[in-house]
């Protein structure tokens, strides 16, 4: 299983960003796919998961201003950050859970910052 986000970079609050996760290595149509994030000193915070079924879920701190979509022909899942603030700075991972384990990308650092 591999996991790559990309997407991340440093951007003027109320801006937007688009996330990217490749996948390989498992059967990324029907499984789930979660975005977290983790900001320094803190704790990793779940922000969205898209299900096979093309389902999503949000956490409250994001729901109205990111939005999670997923390309099965490409096994790309996509976090779209719009209105971004000062407090959505971290670094950003993707995951999913593959025979009861949990795998996760290296992250790609998002910074709002004027």
């Known amino acids: 299983v591999q996991l790559v986000e990309s997407g991340g970079g440093l951007v003027q609050p109320g801006g937007s960003l688009r996330l990217s996760c490749e996948a390989s290595?498992?059967?990324?149509?029907?499984?789930?796919m979660k975005w977290v994030r983790q900001a320094p000193g803190k704790g990793r915070e779940w922000l969205s998961t898209?299900?096979?079924?093309?389902?999503?879920a949000y956490a409250e701190s994001v729901e109205g201003r990111f939005t999670i979509s997923r390309d099965n022909e490409k096994n790309i899942v996509y976090l779209q950050m719009n209105s971004l603030q000062s407090e959505d700075t971290a670094r950003y991972y993707c995951?999913?859970?593959?025979?009861?384990?949990?795998?996760w990308g290296q992250g790609t650092q998002v910074t709002v910052s004027s």
């Open positions: 898209i299900y096979s079924d093309g389902r999503q």
């Open positions: 995951g999913t859970r593959v025979a009861e384990r949990d795998y």
């Open positions: 290595g498992f059967d990324f149509k029907n499984s789930w």
